[in-house]
């Protein structure tokens, strides 16, 4: 094996390995686009339980396994595949370093068969040791300085791109990540939750309660509101943001690992409530 933080359970590696295994019969056969491939540990497990990865990188020069080619992609430009062309795309630890992620989950929205998967692992900023830094210090975790042009610039080399591979500076929550999935086409099809985060574990017993009270009083309050927009529908889509606002695991969890499902080509996305569509005079 490539890697041996797949045998660290502090590592997302070993959960993505953990995962891929136990599901690898979904997997025998089926097309697999592994991007950011980074050393290629995905793509060598991926192998080993018989799928076909096909493996993209911003820099593909780090790839380390022998055997397999792993192409450059520019991902904010365009994977370099067809419409349509996986059943399954892991995007492991890399939504948190795209600056534009709606354009991103787009693409992938393009090249993922009607009803394959999309599964992205990223560091939470859910979880209450994440949102109790960004408050104090607009930061990942309180050990971290903000984002910033020093610690955050993790590679540049314009004699292969002139994109620059950023740290964590987009990191994203689970809200947010069902936001952009809808937005492309894809529904929330899992979650799972990795290891614990000691700080949130801290804070929970202080800040739970508010969590709980002040999210049910926004649900019902929001309820009542947009009374054009039937009920049922309402009723649907908060009930999916309560259950992950009030989910203990996600405000507990140092990373997020989420499945989604592919339910529509980009040009099937409709939001038009007609009734509810404000005109640019009244939002300005």
Not at 28 to 50: F, R, S, Y
Not at 99 to 105: A, G, I, P
Not at 131 to 141: I, N
Request: glycine share 4%; aromatic share 14%.
């Amino acid at each position: 094996m490539i890697d041996n933080y797949v045998f660290n359970p502090k590592s997302p590696k070993y959960y993505v390995k953990k995962y891929l295994d136990h599901h690898i019969e979904r997997f025998k056969n089926k097309i697999v686009i592994d991007l950011p491939a980074g050393n290629g540990v995905t793509t060598e497990i991926l192998l080993m339980n018989g799928a076909k990865p096909i493996a993209f990188d911003l820099f593909p020069e780090y790839f380390m396994l022998e055997g397999v080619e792993c192409k450059r992609a520019d991902i904010i430009d365009k994977i370099p595949v067809e419409d349509n062309f996986s059943d399954f795309l892991i995007c492991q630890e890399g939504i948190e370093h795209f600056s534009d992620q709606l354009k991103v989950f787009k693409e992938f929205n393009r090249v993922i068969k009607k009803n394959g998967e999309l599964i992205i692992t990223t560091p939470s900023q859910s979880n209450l040791a994440s949102k109790f830094s960004y408050m104090l210090f607009e930061s990942e975790t309180t050990k971290l300085m903000p984002p910033n042009e020093i610690d955050d610039i993790w590679m540049s080399d314009k004699e292969a791109t002139t994109e620059i591979y950023y740290g964590h500076i987009f990191l994203v929550g689970l809200q947010k990540l069902r936001m952009l999935g809808k937005l492309s086409g894809f529904k929330v099809k899992e979650i799972q939750y990795l290891r614990l985060s000691k700080g949130s574990l801290v804070l929970f017993p202080i800040v739970y309660p508010f969590i709980f009270i002040s999210s049910y009083l926004r649900y019902f309050k929001n309820l009542k509101k947009k009374k054009e927009v039937p009920t049922a529908i309402k009723k649907e889509v908060y009930r999916e943001q309560l259950k992950i606002n009030l989910s203990v695991k996600n405000l507990l969890t140092k990373h997020t690992f989420i499945v989604f499902e592919k339910e529509k080509q980009l040009n099937e996305i409709d939001f038009n409530f007609k009734s509810t569509m404000k005109s640019f005079d009244k939002i300005m």
